[in-house]
Nanobody
């Protein structure tokens, strides 16, 4: 049974950094990758980043490119999202998700199977 548990959210000032973690278990070959999407109050879900479990290929949404970095541990059971130069607009609940397509997550609104989410608040 797939289980994704996020951690690492919190309150940070603009320009600051946070690192989110996603502990994954129960992954099968049905899933191509692990990624993150976010949802802010009153806004649509937005694909943030994704990494292929097999190839390590990374994907980023335009709004976070150059500021966020996704990585995976050698055991391929934990995914990290390093978030730098955070902006107020990055405030949202961030969800870790297992997907069949990283491209679909970032560009196609395919959000896969996700965890409970972790709140990230960027505010002075």
């Amino acid at each position: 049974q797939l289980q994704l548990v996020e951690s690492g959210g919190g309150l940070v000032q603009p320009g600051g950094s946070l690192r989110l973690s996603c502990a994954a278990s129960g992954l099968t070959s049905d899933y191509y990758g692990i990624g993150w999407f976010r949802q802010a109050p009153g806004k649509e879900r937005e694909g943030v980043s994704c990494i292929s479990s097999t190839y390590g290929t990374t994907y980023y949404g335009d709004s976070v490119l150059g500021r966020f970095a996704i990585s995976m541990n050698n055991a391929k059971n934990t995914v990290y999202l390093q978030m730098n130069s955070l902006k107020v607009d990055d405030t949202a609940v961030y969800y870790c998700t297992a997907v069949q397509s990283c491209y679909g997550l970032i560009h196609g609104g395919e959000f896969g199977s996700w965890g409970q989410g972790t709140q990230v608040t960027v505010s002075s």
